[in-house]
C-alpha cells in the first residue's frame, strides 16, 4: 500500500475519532442555546435560528428570584469540588508512594501485586454496589463526602499508580544512586530528586483523577441522596410533571463539564509531556 494512501486513511481514522468524540459535546451545547421548538422541527435544525440564554437564566432565576434549582446545583457543585479534589490529592500522595515502591524497590511479588491492583478495574462496577452499600450503611457513611470519597479512591488509586509507575521507570536510577551515595534515604531521594523531575507526569495524573473522581455517576446516584450529591446525579434529576426538563439538561451539562475541560486545556503541554515520558520506557 502506497504511503500516501496509507497517511490517508490514518487521518481518516483520527478524524473519524475526533467527530464521535467532539458531536455529542457540541450537540449539547447547541441544545443549550435554542429554544425547544427549534429542536423539535423537522427535519432537524443542526444550527438553530435563534440563539437564547434564557435555558441557562432559568437555571438559577424563575420570576425573577432565585431558584430552587440555583440553591441545588450551587450545593452540588461544592460537593462535587469537594470530593473530587480530596480524591485526587489523597490518590496522588498514596499512589506516587506506592509508585516509586513498585519501580524502584524490587521485592517478591511486585510484578504481582500491580497485575491484581489492575485487575480490580475489571470487575463491573454494578457488581460491587450491594456489598460496599451494605458496608456504608452499617458504618454511617451514607450521603456523605467521606463515604464517596472512599469510594472514589478506590476507583482512581490504580489508575494513578500505574501512570505513576510508568513516569518513575523512564527516570535514569543512577540519579538516585547519586543521592543515596551523598546520604538521602530511599524517601529522600524521592522528595529531592524523583518529584522535582516528574512535574509533568504529576499534573497530567492529578488531572486525571481529578476528571475520574468528578465525572463518577454510578456510585455518586446511589451512595448520596441530598447533603453530598454532585452535579452529574442532580442533573439528571432536572424534571417536571411533564417529563424531563432536557434545555435545562443541557445547559446544566454545559456548565458542569467546564471546570474538567479548562483543567485539560490550561495543562494540555503537561498531559502531552506526563504521557508520552511515561510510554517511552
Known amino acids: 500500500m502506497p504511503r500516501a494512501l496509507k497517511r490517508f486513511f490514518l487521518y481518516l481514522a483520527v478524524a473519524g475519532i475526533v467527530i464521535w468524540t467532539v458531536a455529542p ?3 449539547l451545547i447547541i441544545s443549550s442555546l435554542s429554544l425547544k421548538i427549534d429542536l423539535l422541527t423537522v ?12 435555558n441557562y437564566y432559568s437555571l438559577f432565576f424563575m420570576r425573577g428570584s432565585e431558584s430552587v434549582n440555583a440553591r441545588l446545583f450551587f450545593q452540588s457543585l461544592g460537593n462535587s469540588v469537594i470530593i473530587s479534589l480530596t480524591t485526587m490529592f489523597i490518590c496522588l500522595i498514596l499512589g506516587v508512594l506506592a509508585a516509586y515502591a513498585i519501580a524502584r524497590l524490587r521485592f517478591k511479588g511486585s510484578n504481582m501485586m500491580v497485575l491484581l491492583m489492575m485487575a480490580t478495574q ?3 462496577p454494578i457488581v460491587l454496589v450491594v456489598p460496599l452499600y451494605v458496608i456504608m ?6 450521603d456523605r463526602h467521606l463515604g464517596l470519597i ?9 489508575l494513578v499508580i500505574w501512570l505513576m509507575r510508568g513516569y518513575f521507570a523512564s527516570i535514569p ?15 529522600g531521594a524521592l522528595f529531592r530528586v524523583i518529584l522535582p523531575l516528574s512535574g509533568p507526569g504529576l499534573v497530567s495524573v492529578m488531572i486525571f483523577a481529578f476528571i475520574a473522581a468528578w465525572n463518577e455517576y454510578l456510585y455518586a446516584f446511589i451512595f448520596t441522596n441530598v447533603d453530598a ?21 443541557a445547559a446544566a451539562g454545559v456548565l458542569a463539564s467546564l471546570p474538567p475541560i479548562l483543567l485539560a486545556l490550561i495543562f494540555q503541554r503537561f498531559i502531552v509531556r506526563g504521557l508520552t515520558s511515561g510510554a517511552i520506557k
Open 25 to 27: 459535546y457540541l450537540w
Open 43 to 54: 427535519p432537524l435544525r443542526w444550527i438553530p435560528p435563534r440563539l437564547t440564554l434564557e
Open 122 to 124: 475489571l470487575v463491573p
Open 137 to 142: 450503611r452499617k458504618v454511617d457513611l451514607l
Open 150 to 158: 472512599i469510594v472514589d479512591i478506590s476507583i482512581v488509586l490504580p
Open 173 to 187: 536510577s543512577e540519579l538516585e544512586d547519586a543521592a543515596r551515595i551523598d546520604g538521602c534515604t530511599h524517601l
Open 229 to 249: 450529591k454532585t452535579v452529574p446525579v442532580l442533573i439528571g434529576e432536572f424534571s417536571t410533571k411533564l417529563g424531563l426538563e432536557y434545555l435545562r439538561i
